[in-house]
Structure formats: structure tokens, C-alpha cells
């Protein structure tokens, strides 16, 4: 595949940074209805007899038509939109950059608010299309506590966590940039899915860990699938962690979106290594909570993701070890080409190597890991990037992260 970058002009990236918001005002953007209803009351602008109604006014021009301002509220009254614009907000963060590859797949540079952190900080989140839907990768902190050894963010410290603003606006951003809200149009050129919403599945597989920032993470993703908003089906949101066990359960039973776990290694020794968090969680302790996350069924999957590290974790034996972990829970395996980044010691496992291994588990009855034409042609990339000595072109960067992306969720 041959991807080309169309960065936006200097003076559409000028307009895109006048849209940003005014940080001295409060956001009504991923408040509970509760919490949106009191928020209302306190600062005056509503009476409490009010409250509710107002509430659920403007969650519908903040989540279904996707508003960014009090001015498009046209069922609220003049003299009230003004009084909600001087307490608060409801606009989109300062988007820094957009890239747009030949094949559809978009990447924001966004920039918040320090929060505290001392200086404002920038997250990404990747937009990959695909035949039957979009999906959208979301960053929940900036930063990570935890240091897997291959993961490029592991070597980054904690900056801040991201609040449930933060979170929503990315996937709010997203569904401006791409024309995703009712009565407003799709940019020309842009690829998306041929029909239904632009973005139909989110995943939490940006930068940081989910679990680590809990409420924060719950509150959005409650606001993404809320039905008289967003409209997220939960079957098309996936969480991603390193196997924070303690808040697993929780997960399924306060959130119940779809859970994807990074295993990467099938024994303790291994995984130590990789994923340290193994250390405190060990895979026993891991496995047992899998087995335990409700909902659980063939038709809701928990996908263990397994990244393809040349002569780490890469053997049949490692095959064979996936195998026998995962027997009996109902389970999708996603396995995903290493990414190199500057300094690292890892590389991709060979292309032969990878295929080696999805065959072993699709004869294990697991669906098809690797998947369509578009997949093969990054692992291709994959395999010619190992000679480059680890400098990553951009383009080769963002067709792999969006590899990793794609396919999880219900299409
Ligand atoms: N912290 C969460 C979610 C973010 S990471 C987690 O660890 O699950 C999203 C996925 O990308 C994880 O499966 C992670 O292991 C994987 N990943 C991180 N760095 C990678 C790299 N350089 N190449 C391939 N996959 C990577
Ligand atoms: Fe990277 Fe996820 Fe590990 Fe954090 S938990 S270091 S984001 S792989």
C-alpha cells in the first residue's frame, strides 16, 4: 500500500487553532446528566424547576447534533444561550495537526489545557476507515505509570490523566472533522465507510493505561454509548489494558463495553518482562479475572492482543502456550507487528514468522488474526522497516498503528 501524507495547508492549520477553546470557562462537555443538571442550578443561569429539562436540551445539542457552540442551540432562548456562554463552553479543543493518508486514515495532534501539569499537553488519536465501519483510537492519559518495554509511551512518564472532557472531545473532534453530526457534510476526498456513521466503533489503545484512570474513562464511555446521545453501541467500543486485574470486573459490570487484554507472552517469566504490571497481576491472577468478566459469551469475546517481537515471543512453542492459556474462555487473538520506535531493542518478527504463527492458531479454530489485503501489505511494510534501521517513516508509523486498530468491536 502506498500511503501519501496531505498535511493541511499553514493557514487551514491557523484556522484549525482559532477553534479552540477558552480554557477560563468551564465545559459542559462529559458531565453526567446529574452532574450537568447541578452544574446548571449553581451557576445561576437555570432555575432549579428547570434543571432537568435544560439538562436534556443540551445534551442533545452537545451529543446528537454535535453542536460547539450556544449560538447553533436554536430552541433556547436568545437571552439564556447568552448567559450559558458567559459561565461556560462546550468547544472543541485546539486541534495542532492533522495528517491524512491516501487511505483514509487521519491523525490529530490535540492540545489541552495543563489541568496543573504545569503546560498545556498534546495527545494523538488515529481514525482508520474500513469497509463496514470507522474506528476511532482514543488516548485516556497522557503519558503512562507503566513501562512495557516495547511500548514507545512506557518510556514516557505520567504527565496527567485525561479528564472525561478530554476523552469525549477526541471522538467529538473526530465527528466534526469527518462530517459525523447531523446536517453537516463530509469533507470532499474524504474515505470513509460507504454508508452508516463515520465513526462506528471507538477503541482505548492510544496513549496510556484505561484502568488507571478509571472515572474518568467510565464517565465518557458511558456518555459515548448513552442513547439519547452519542448512541456508541457497547459491542463497538473496546477497552484496552495491561491486565490491571483489581478493575477488570468493574469494567464489565459498571462500563460493559468490550474488553481487549495486551498479554504478549503466555508465561510469567516472559511477561515480566514485557508487561511489568505482570509482576503485581501475574497471568494466573489475569486469566482467573478474564474468565470472570461479565457478559462473557462467544458472542461477546474478550480480545487478547499479542505482539509479534522477532525471537522474543514469536516461536510455535509460544503458539502452542497461547493456546493452551486461553482454553475455554471465549476469545478473539489479535496479533499485532511490532512498531519500532528510535531506541529500542526489539524488532517485528519476520513476515514468514507471523504467518507461521496466525496459521497455528487458525488451525487452533481462532478467527483469522491477520486480516485482509490492507493488513498484509503494512506486515510487508513491517518486515522491509527492520532494514531501516529503526527509523520509522511517518506514513509506515501511522499504517501500522492503524493495523493495529482496525477489526476490533462488532463491524
Ligand atoms: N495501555 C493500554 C492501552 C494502550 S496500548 C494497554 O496496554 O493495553 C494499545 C496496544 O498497543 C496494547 O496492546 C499495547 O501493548 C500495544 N503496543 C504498544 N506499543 C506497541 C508497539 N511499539 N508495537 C505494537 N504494539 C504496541
Ligand atoms: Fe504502553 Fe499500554 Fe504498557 Fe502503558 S500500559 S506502557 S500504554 S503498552
Redesign the pocket.
Known sequence: MTLSFDLTTDSARDALRARSAQPEKQSLIGLTRIELAETLVASGAVPERQAKMRAQQLWHWMYVRGVSDFAGMFNISKDLRAELNKHFTVARPEIVEEQISADGTRKWLFRFPPRGAGRPVEIETVYIPEEGRGTLCISS?VG?????S?????TQKLVRNLTAEEILAQLLTARDRLGDFPDRDTPDGAIVPAEGRKVSNIVMMG???PLYNFEAVKKALLIASDGDGLSLSKRRITL???GVVPEIFRTGEEIGVMLAI?LHATNDDLRDLL?P?NKKYPLKELIAACRAYPGLSNAKRITFEYVMLKDVNDSIEDAKGLIKLLKGIPAKINLIPFNPWPGTNYQCSDWETIEKFADYINNAGYASPIRTPRGRDILAACGQLKSDSERMRKVDRLALEAMMIAGHGEA
Open positions: 492519559q503512562c505509570t507503566l513501562t512495557c516495547f511500548c514507545h509511551t512506557g496513549m496510556g493505561e484496552s489494558t495491561s495486551s508487561v504490571i
